[in-house]
């Protein structure tokens, strides 16, 4: 047993060490301060590029807070880039501008240039940034198609392929318009009431009904009923790491996160794992209606890697990497779809010329009673191939608000070349943001920018509106593209098409509430959201049509 002369003696030493202890982690951090400065500032005198005024202790921080101060708490990162163009147009006229926030975010190099974008997604298509791998290693142990890299990512993307084709998918519009019935049904019923919703709430469960049905030939009745898996997913995604801002630095050292991250994966693996072992189970004996996208990931898989067995434990690398795929697909799915749709109703409901003439395209092509859509569409699923004014309104949707950019990993053997200046920019050390955000709304790219224009994507070459080559990058481009694209774009047109015609959605935001940009409606984010959504999670109200 210890004196007690010894314990001052223990203190001190516990005292001791704790003071080493916090010395280093002082002198590691003034280190890193003054190897990214250094780093930020290397990079912009080698380029002979203009450069925000910087900061050798805190960098850019005071130029993005004075910027950010203008607006709203919660705007948007993606707006950042975007505001810094209009802010110091003499500085970004290059079509990038370096950002160095940290210990925030890392030292970035912020590309706005549709043709410098593709360089390192098309031409060269970079490894994802590592601030990626920390964001998602708790939710998928960055076995996912986001995340992967190299010949796993390949062999990977090329067996889930044949699910995500447009032939598959059509396949589903039967039972996509199934849960559009039950979403349509709550719009009505909202008109009833009178009162005023959340409607992105209710657009996340009628994309995460649709994605379960082309996913797993289950319905999941998130709309109608609690979900424990729904409500599960959401936690998780509310426990990952987006930045180094002292909100997400608190959720990190919550004493619970790796335990909520361990029994909430541990849930969802739960209820994933049936479904595919069910799939494996019926391979190769004939399957009534479509083939869902895991049935064909089993037969991609056969083909191209192994057989499979009916044993779970023969096929446990299949089944742990699928539920990783799934759980991404889910997520990534339901978020940035619902978020479209709800600024798509927006921004028809302030435009209505604009409704006016996509409810004459639907009329056209469906038929002049709504009621019948439903039918008609399931008797011909390629009828929704033949709505070009509603594909350009989603896309005029999708080049306003783009959900996410892109993140990826700059090297010093990777240089940026303006391509009409020739001028190199180096990459070693940063992070490359493709921002999307940015170069969708700006003159220089897009006439009339600002603008909700969807005849900008009827225009044929030529015409001032026809859109330019590498421009319009809301799925990314290149072979890192979104495997969902499609599906998305599907499902928002048979949103569309079973809705717009029967009611009016209206959005409801005060007349005199902030802005940004001139909108009532911009893209902030959400507590714990990865991706970007409407303002106040789009408040509407809806009324029946005549």
Known sequence: MASLVDVPITFGLVARTIGILVLFAVLKFFHRLYQVRSLVRKAAKEDGVKFLPHSFL??????VARLMAKYPLDTSGQYVPLLLAKEYPEICNCGLVYVDTWPFAPPMLAVFHPDMMSQFT??????????MRKEFMPFTQCKDLVNLEGQEWKAWRSIFNP???????????????EEVHVFRAWLKSVAKSGEVVKLE??????TIDVIGRAVLDTRLHCQTRTNR??????????WLLVDNSPSTLRKAMNPSRPLMTWNNNRIIKNFLQPHIERSIARHGTPIKGPQTITDLAIKSYVTEVQPVSQSSN??????????????IFIFAGHDTTASTLSFAFHLLHTNPATLATLRAEHDAV????????SATITASPQLLN????????????????PPVGTVRRGSASFYLTHPETGTRYATDGLMLYGCSMAEHRLNAFWPRAAEFVPERWLAREGDPLHVRKNAFRPFELGPRNCIGQELAQLELRVILAMTIREVDVRSVYPADGTMVLGELAYQCMLPGALTGHPKGMMPVTVQLRE
């Open 58 to 63: 805190l960098g850019h921080l005071p130029v």
């Open 314 to 327: 023969a096929n446990a690398r299949f089944i742990n990497q699928t539920i990783e795929n799934l759980k």
């Open 366 to 373: 469906f038929g002049t009673n709504p009621s019948t859509a």
């Open 229 to 238: 898996f729904y409500n599960v997913m959401k936690n998780q995604i509310s």
């Open 386 to 401: 033949q709505l070009p004014y509603t594909s350009a309104v989603i896309k005029e949707t999708l080049r306003l608000f």
């Open 122 to 131: 098309q031409e060269t298509s970079l490894p994802k940034h590592d601030m």
């Open 201 to 206: 709430e209710q657009a996340m469960k009628v």
């Open 163 to 177: 699910g995500f084709s447009a032939k598959n998918l059509l396949s589903f519009v039967p039972a996509i318009l």
